[in-house]
């Protein structure tokens, strides 16, 4: 199984960015797969992702702003940020959890990406 995820970038306070999570090694709709985010000198976060029965869970900070998504022909799970925010500024992994659908965070996580920088500043 491997992630990687590509869309990262630096943009200005109020931008959009795309993130894409392509995964190999297995189908991504056989699994609760999401995104998270750790800022420098802060514990990693959820931000968004599937749990069971296809529910989406968001962070309250995400939420009117992110959308989290999901492409079977393109085997990835895509994260759309609208309205990007200083505070948004981390690097962005894509995680896939096999074990409990995300049912405790990021504790049973098993299968990380490398991560995506987003910066946002002006």
């Known amino acids: 199984v491997r992630l990687v995820e590509s869309g990262g970038g630096s943009v200005e306070p109020g931008g959009s960015l795309r993130l894409s999570c392509a995964a190999s090694g297995y189908s991504v709709s056989s699994y609760c797969m999401g995104w998270f985010r750790q800022a420098p000198g802060k514990a990693r976060e959820g931000v968004a992702y599937?749990?069971?029965?296809?529910?989406?869970w968001y962070a309250e900070s995400a939420k009117g702003r992110f959308a989290i998504s999901q492409d079977a022909t393109r085997n990835t799970v895509n994260l759309q940020m609208n309205n990007l925010r200083p505070e948004d500024t981390a690097r962005y992994f894509c995680a896939a959890d096999t074990r409990s659908c995300f049912h405790s965070g990021d504790y049973y996580v098993n299968y990380w990406g490398k991560g995506t920088q987003v910066t946002v500043s002006s």
């Open positions: 599937f749990e069971k029965d296809g529910a989406i």
